[in-house]
């Protein structure tokens, strides 16, 4: 690998969503915030939260939703092992708004049988689900 590059690797339990791509830095939503990460970081583990992950790749960027999961990180490599992952383009914004609107609504009636933290979880997919369609938006002008 380039001494000025990562390689990217990101995964989930469905399939591999990138392999070994070579990229100049990495965001990650960590647990207790975003964090970069340039070639040559310390290497460590941390858990994810449901967020957006990006690379650059020269004047390129590109976006994911991520939801849970861990991300490794070396020298000159990260690996993202994810419970869900979805590049920008692959995101369906008028699922993901019906989604969050159905999230809402179950999160407003608090019924008996429902579990709060799924149902907070499942707004929290949706909502950052719906900010990636926005960021794809704003890129695409």
Known sequence: MDKKRLSLT??????TVMAD???DSVT???ARGEMGVLPGHA???VQLREGVLHYREGPRKEFFSVHGGFAEVHKDKVLVLAEAAELAKEVNEERARQSY???KENLA???AALDLEEATAALR???VR????EIRRRHKQ
């Open 101 to 103: 609107q159905k999230a």
């Open 28 to 30: 990650v939503p960590a």
């Open 125 to 127: 997919r949706a909502a």
């Open 130 to 133: 719906l900010k990636i369609a």
């Open 109 to 111: 009636v608090r019924g």
């Open 21 to 23: 791509r070579p990229v």
């Open 10 to 15: 990101i995964v989930t339990p469905e399939r």
């Open 43 to 45: 290497s460590y583990v």
